[in-house]
């Protein structure tokens, strides 16, 4: 079974061992009528626990998980992945991709240059941020059409125009 994160617990909250998650959805509408997710520091790691209760916010959600019965409980899952089984996550319209989706890809220029892989992803308001490393170079890519020139997660590319001010010659 393949896993999707889907969010990062960031802290507890109350005291009945509720925790707030920074949510990587688009819509927390993926939450509703799911048993429970994997909670763990990695994939590897991850340990399925029930869900009991969520409430969405703008860029976050609270979970209330099976087991998780208190404070303390809930402190220590903090800096945890949050992830979903892909069977339950709905299908993105072309042209859009979940995070996982993107990390890992080998990022080219548009002369097919090597520039390296996207190794991370982070939410800036405005657009996505896409971390790229190689060469002994970080060069982070906004997600826009004007830099993103194609994605082909079969291939396992994305193709890039770097605009000026990306990289340093």
Known sequence: MEL??????????GLTGRVKVLSYLESPETLHDISGLFIGRSVQEAVFLPLVAVQAGKDFFILQLGGVDDRDA???????????SS???VKLPDGE???SEIIGLQVLTEEDQILG?????FPTGSNDV???RGGGREIMLPAIEEVVRKIDTDRGVMVVRLLKGLIES
């Open 130 to 132: 896409y971390v790229c």
């Open 74 to 84: 809930a402190e220590r899952l903090r800096g945890s992945s949050v992830w979903i």
């Open 97 to 99: 991709y979940y995070w």
């Open 87 to 89: 069977e339950k996550i």
């Open 4 to 13: 999707i994160e889907i969010g990062r617990i960031v802290r507890s909250h």
């Open 117 to 121: 892989r996207i190794e991370a992803v």
